[in-house]
């Protein structure tokens, strides 16, 4: 399995010896199973030898400019420029796919060196071990997150929300563990949850303290403070329908379409806010309305809904690519859902309304085009596009119809596999992918449906373009409970 290698690199400004620095970031691209990419600051010495090595090698590298000039406009000393861009580094660092790797260049790290000093103590305080290199040595230097600060952070903003009158649920913390194979300072991201495959590291609940999930989500200070005892470094999750709803932009993809959704509708949100590792939480007034991933598969793509029975994860919780950060706080007034998106999380009264079915035996050619429309689909998509969410709502669908008598269950169970596997998904998420059929299953499995009566035009009568999405439309079973993705 290929992944990418992000390699911070920072050092003495007078480290003279270019040699060491092409030794360590060669033996590091060297151990790397997929592209090398690096950051690096604009000093000299180890960092000016670090971008003359990416120049050479042709490795893509991102430099981050001390704005030493700018302190003083911002009302900060001029010194406190370094320590705003080691930070930035970091950030960047966190938001890095694949392995991560920290490398410093010092011979006094605990002496004179106060630039390198500081960026290797924040990387270490957020979980990082340093590879530290001195003229005569290498050293790793271990991490220093889960110190108790961390943890009082943690527990005391658990028990705000809970005085909010926002029920809280304990969950996993995402965890850099080292990658098997590499030097022992590379690391990737995990879960405390210790499944070597969890797709959603720090982003479901802690089950030996929740047994049901968010369903156990409590605002009693007594409780939150017994979990935060047990679990110190959990992430937070604000079971959502109570005192707020949770607009879920995910990426750049789906913080472009909330966008332009709202420009569209001349919306401007100014309720609270929250910078998720690669997007954002808008936090509503509750709608009465339960979850949709995605809220609309075109008009809101990658952007989804937190309502009733599901949960958002709360600042300061960690992500896989960052950290949770509140940009307005709940100080800030609650709106509600303009018109125009409520519509769209409020299913039409046609759509409550079951059509009329009859009974056909299975493999009819109704239910194979639904079978091979979502199929396709789901071979189709590419990593990081919500495989695990796509299998869900085909299984969702399929089963439905399973139920219905429509189609086979063998024949779903094989197809559905079969599509996760050429997407990848089976590959590299096997367990998760078992559990996700599982559950869409037997969701399915309990809302039957049938094929349509004959006054709906069946796919055969449909224009090519559009037939195996109406089926698979058609196909939908009318209760979408299931995995929230946060």
């Not at 909010?164 to 405390?192: E, K, M, N, W, Y």
Request: proline fraction near 10%; glycine fraction near 10%.
């Amino acid at each position: 399995m290929t992944r990418p290698t992000t390699i911070l690199v920072t050092g003495a400004r007078d480290w003279p010896d270019p040699h060491q620095v092409a030794q360590a970031l060669n033996r590091a691209a060297e151990q790397a199973t997929g592209e090398v990419r690096l950051l690096v600051g604009d000093a000299t010495g180890a960092d000016a030898h670090a971008r003359a090595w990416a120049e050479r090698h042709g490795v893509a590298v991102e430099v981050f400019e001390a704005r030493w000039s700018q302190m003083p406009a911002e009302g900060k000393p001029r010194r406190a420029a370094g320590p705003a861009r080691n930070r930035a580094i970091v950030d960047r660092l966190d938001q890095a796919d694949g392995a991560r790797l920290v490398v410093a260049f010092h011979d006094d790290l605990d002496g004179r060196s106060r630039g390198t000093r500081h960026c290797a103590g924040e990387a270490r305080r957020r979980g990082y071990p340093v590879a530290l290199h001195t003229s005569t040595s290498r050293v790793v230097l271990p991490p220093r997150s889960g110190h108790p600060g961390r943890a009082r952070e943690l527990r005391a903003a658990a028990l705000d929300y809970a005085a909010r009158g926002i029920p809280v649920v304990p969950l996993h913390t995402p965890l850099l563990r080292p990658v098997p194979g590499r030097d022992q300072a590379v690391v990737a991201v995990g879960c405390s949850c210790a499944d070597p495959v969890c797709d959603r590291p720090g982003k479901h609940p802690r089950t030996r303290l929740v047994a049901r999930g968010v369903a156990n989500a409590t605002s009693e200070p007594e409780r939150i403070a017994g979990w935060w005892h047990r679990a110190p470094q959990a992430n937070i999750g604000l079971a959502t329908g109570h005192v707020v709803d949770v607009l879920d932009a995910d990426g750049p993809d789906g913080v472009a379409a909330l966008r332009a959704f709202a420009v569209e509708h001349g919306w401007t949100p100014q309720g609270p806010l929250v910078r998720t590792g690669r997007g954002w939480h808008l936090y509503l007034r509750p709608s009465g309305t339960g979850p949709r991933n995605p809220i609309h598969p075109e008009l809101l793509a990658h952007v989804d809904w937190r309502g009733k029975g599901a949960y958002a994860i709360a600042p300061p919780s960690r992500h896989a690519n960052g950290a949770y950060t509140w940009i307005r706080g709940l100080d800030v007034p609650l709106e509600a859902a303009p018109a125009a998106l409520l519509g769209l999380l409020r299913p039409r009264q046609a759509e409550r309304t079951l059509a009329p079915s009859r009974p056909v035996a299975p493999g009819h050619p109704y239910g194979q085009a639904a079978l091979d429309a979502e199929c396709a689909e789901l071979a189709a998509m590419p990593p990081d596009s919500g495989r695990n969410r796509r299998l869900f709502d085909a299984g969702l669908r399929l089963y439905s119809l399973v139920a219905g008598g429509v189609l086979d269950e063998t024949q779903v169970d094989r197809d559905l596999l079969t599509a996760a596997e050429r997407c990848g998904l089976l590959a590299t998420e096997a367990k998760a992918t078992r559990l996700t059929l599982a559950s869409a299953r037997r969701i399915g499995m309990a809302h039957p449906r049938g094929v349509p009566e004959r006054s709906a035009p069946t796919p055969a009568q449909q224009p090519p373009a559009t037939r195996d999405h109406a089926a698979a439309d058609r196909g939908r079973p009318r209760v979408r409970p299931g995995p929230e993705r946060r």
